[in-house]
């Protein structure tokens, strides 16, 4: 069985630029895998920060880009704020009506 | 706004069973396809099940194949999760989530919407 892959948890200092990757236990992800990234902050339900890869949802800043590097996808945030301090899902299509998600990535402002 | 309301959640003993519902408002519900996702206590979000906008299409995660059943009621802007043989693994937050593009009849868009969930706690 595939596993979705992430880093458990990152650092960024404010202001900075961090990268977040999503990549598979077997294999590389690529477009055809819709990738899309969502936020959740403890307490509340996920936001969707974008969706197709690339294509950001309704409202958010352009701080937040998506985009495949190498073999995995990424989620790249530029000018980290403290209200970034989120944990990050991704999740791929698989295929045949399945999708999977990563086990997040705990991102700390500091 | 668009908008989703989850509401049915509780606690429940193992073996029973429980059905969730999704209000959906802001957007045309029959042309778009949903999601149900959980994510149980301290842990990550787990994909659960998918229904395309017309409802002939539906897909389970493994670990609810044969217990779960999504279905939608277009003319009531509701999708529903009807949960059988409840389990204490099954204990989680309850999520609905609209796909992001018209028309998607599997899912491959993904989540561009969520609901604020509803709680389900499996125990005896």
């Known amino acids: 069985q595939t596993v979705v892959t992430q880093e458990p948890s990152f650092s960024v200092s404010p202001g900075g630029t961090v990268t977040l990757t999503c990549g598979l236990s077997?294999?590389?992800?690529?477009?055809?895998?819709?990738p899309s990234w969502n936020q959740q902050t403890p307490g509340q339900a996920p936001r969707t920060l974008i969706y197709s890869t690339n294509t950001r949802s309704s409202g958010v800043p352009d701080r937040f880009s998506g985009s495949i590097l190498g073999n995995k996808a990424a989620l790249t945030i530029t000018g980290a704020q403290a209200d970034d301090e989120s944990d990050y899902y991704c999740?791929?299509?698989?295929?045949?009506?399945?999708?999977?998600f990563g086990g997040g990535t705990k991102l700390s402002v500091l | 706004q668009v908008q989703l309301v989850e509401s049915g959640g509780g606690v429940v003993q193992p073996g029973r069973s429980l059905r969730l519902s999704c209000a959906a408002s802001g957007f045309t519900f029959s042309s778009y396809g949903m999601h149900w996702v959980r994510q149980a206590p301290g842990k990550g979000l787990e994909w659960v099940a998918v229904m395309s906008y017309d409802g002939s299409n539906k897909y389970y995660a493994d670990s609810v194949k044969g217990r779960f059943t999504i279905s939608r009621d277009n003319s009531k802007n509701t999708l529903y999760l009807q949960m059988n043989s409840l389990r204490a693994e099954d204990t989680a937050v309850y999520y609905c989530?609209?796909?992001?593009?018209?028309?998607?009849?599997?899912?491959?868009?993904?989540?561009?919407?969520w609901g604020q969930g509803t709680t389900v706690t499996v125990s005896s």
């Open positions: 077997s294999g590389s992800v690529s477009t055809s895998y819709y």
């Open positions: 999740v791929l299509y698989m295929g045949s009506g399945i999708s999977v």
């Open positions: 989530a609209k796909m992001a593009y018209y028309y998607d009849s599997s899912g491959y868009s993904g989540m561009d919407v």
